[in-house]
């Protein structure tokens, strides 16, 4: 579940001609934590324009750099010690193990100000066909919007359990990310 807003923007106090988000991620996440609820924050979800993706990891043993084989992990299994005689390097990484693609779960809630110059509002067929939100929480990104160029948005996305709670606290939620 993503909602998505406009950045209120201010001067930048030391770079002249340069404007930045009053409130920074960091200050809306401790505000959206504390007075609405957690932010998604699984490296393991991706929220993007076409789904919400999940993805799983397996954990692989390289030794020396090089995927390691079945017999190689065999031998060190049986004498672990094998590793320190041979000054062998045994590293143990997190890979991708399958990415899947669920658009049943995908809800977007654009604020009110989400205006684009001709007075229309934003919606999601107007971000780039690629476009990843991520997860957690997203201040003050220039995005591509389809009829207006760049715009300055920023988006939190939740886990879709805090769905209700989210929505019953949503005026709040705009006023920390607009305000």
Same mark, same amino acid.
């Given at each position: ?41 699984? %490296? ?19 030794? /020396? ?6 017999? !190689? ?9 094998? !590793? ?6 045994v590293e143990e990484r997190e890979e991708l193990e399958l990415d899947t693609l669920d658009t049943s779960q995908m809800e977007v809630t654009f604020s009110d100000s989400c205006i684009k110059p001709d007075g229309t ?7 780039? /066909?690629?476009?990843?939100?991520? %997860? ?23 886990? /879709? ?17 607009? %305000?």
């Amino acid at each position: 579940m993503i909602y998505i807003f406009k950045t209120k923007l201010e001067k930048h106090p030391e770079i002249k001609g340069k404007l930045r988000a009053v409130k920074d991620a960091n200050e809306c996440k401790e505000l959206v934590e504390t007075d609405i609820s957690p932010i998604e924050h699984s %490296n393991k979800v991706r929220n993007t324009k076409s789904g919400r993706r999940v993805m799983t990891f397996k954990k692989v043993k390289y030794i /020396d750099g090089e995927l390691a084989s079945n017999q !190689q992990l065999e031998a060190l299994e049986r004498n672990p010690d094998l !590793q320190f005689f041979d000054k062998t390097k045994v590293e143990e990484r997190e890979e991708l193990e399958l990415d899947t693609l669920d658009t049943s779960q995908m809800e977007v809630t654009f604020s009110d100000s989400c205006i684009k110059p001709d007075g229309t509002t934003i919606t999601l067929d107007d971000f780039p /066909d690629d476009f990843s939100f991520g %997860n957690g929480i997203t201040v003050a990104s220039s995005v591509p919007i389809k009829g207006a160029g760049m715009m300055v948005l920023s988006w939190v996305c939740f886990n /879709d359990t805090e769905k209700t709670i989210v929505k019953e606290k949503k005026i709040q939620l705009q006023n920390i990310m607009e %305000n």
